[in-house]
């Protein structure tokens, strides 16, 4: 009898500790978080008709052009003039059928691009251009949110599986692990592509402290996760930002308010746009743009003069986006 006493006493010890939330949970407020202002510098670009992301690479400015019609990438130096434009959309040789997000951390001369939908491309920049230095395969299906942790592992974000977070090994061509929750929202979903649209998140990954930061567009929290344990440690909440809507409909019609966009990391600090606006919000003026340390602590928020949709910044802390301006695209740049 006392032997299994003892072992249900250690089930229900066992299922607690799992439930347990051991988490730092952070309340922070908007209005709180020192304001610096910026004026931005602008030059009118006339070279791209579809500017779908940007990348600083040491003095050079590189911008992805999404129009199949034209080159891929274009590339300007720091003070914004157009230097030239490499490779086409197609599937021969260093041609490519779509080129995504930053996969990892470059350097002053190369960049690691999501391309092709499976591969990584480690691009070079010389005197002489861009060029393809390496490509090599990551995944066997498309993804989204897709870093690569080492060597070996390669992170994304899962859609219409019970875990939103997964870790696939594309060297023995393995699934490793799948973590996280998906967090609560006024927005009730009724079915799982429901529940992965409002639970979106873009994530960045801090190699130094193995950490990854993921910024939700629906919910106003950024959550912080521990690579090595694949545990939740932090999560920090936006108190006084704007009310989500409630209404699912709604949601779909343009009505949810969207929170945080295309998060950036550099060698010091994390970026991240914080919209806090309807979606179907189309007199955007300004970019609020918050600041992080790399250990997920939210230090100032920057309010722009103009609204860029696409930005980076550099690792010395230069501010490069992409705005309109009387229906033409301009580069932007401000010293943070």
Not at 316 to 324: A, C, E, L, Q, T
Request: hydrophobic share 35%.
């Amino acid at each position: 009898m006392g032997e299994k006493l003892f072992f249900l006493l250690f089930c229900v010890f066992v299922t607690l500790s799992c439930n347990r939330k051991d988490y730092e949970h952070i309340e922070c407020s908007i209005k709180t978080i020192e304001d610096k202002i910026r004026v931005l510098d602008t030059s009118i670009i006339k070279e791209i008709y579809y500017p779908y992301d940007i990348y600083s690479v040491g003095d050079d400015i590189l911008v992805i052009n999404k129009d199949k019609d034209n080159e891929v990438m274009y590339q300007y130096n720091s003070e914004l003039s157009f230097k030239g434009a490499f490779f086409s959309y197609g599937r021969a040789g260093n041609e490519f059928t779509f080129v995504g997000r930053s996969l990892r951390d470059g350097t002053d001369s190369t960049l690691f691009l999501y391309t092709d939908w499976f591969n990584c491309t480690k691009f070079s920049l010389d005197d002489h251009g861009v060029s393809v230095a390496d490509k090599f395969r990551i995944l066997n299906d498309a993804q989204n949110d897709v870093i690569i942790l080492n060597d070996s592992l390669v992170f994304y974000r899962a859609l219409q599986k019970n875990d939103p977070f997964h870790v696939y090994n594309y060297v023995s061509d393995e699934l490793v692990c799948e973590f996280g929750e998906f967090p609560k929202s006024s927005i009730k979903p009724e079915t799982d592509a429901d529940r992965d649209n409002i639970c979106l998140f873009n994530s960045v990954y801090n190699r130094i402290n193995g950490l990854l930061v993921s910024f939700y567009e629906s919910i106003p929290i950024i959550r912080i996760y521990d690579m090595v344990t694949y545990d939740l440690v932090r999560e920090i909440q936006i108190i006084d930002s704007e009310k989500q809507t409630a209404s699912l409909d709604g949601y779909y019609e343009g009505e949810g308010v969207v929170y945080f966009l295309r998060p950036v990391i550099t060698a010091k600090n994390i970026y991240s746009l914080f919209l806090n606006t309807r979606s179907d919000d189309e007199f955007i003026e300004q970019t609020i743009l918050m600041k992080m340390d790399l250990n997920g602590n939210l230090v100032s928020k920057y309010i722009l003069d103009r609204f860029c949709p696409i930005y980076t910044v550099s690792n010395d802390g230069i501010f490069y986006g992409i705005s309109m301006s009387n229906g033409e695209y301009v580069l932007c740049k401000t010293h943070l």
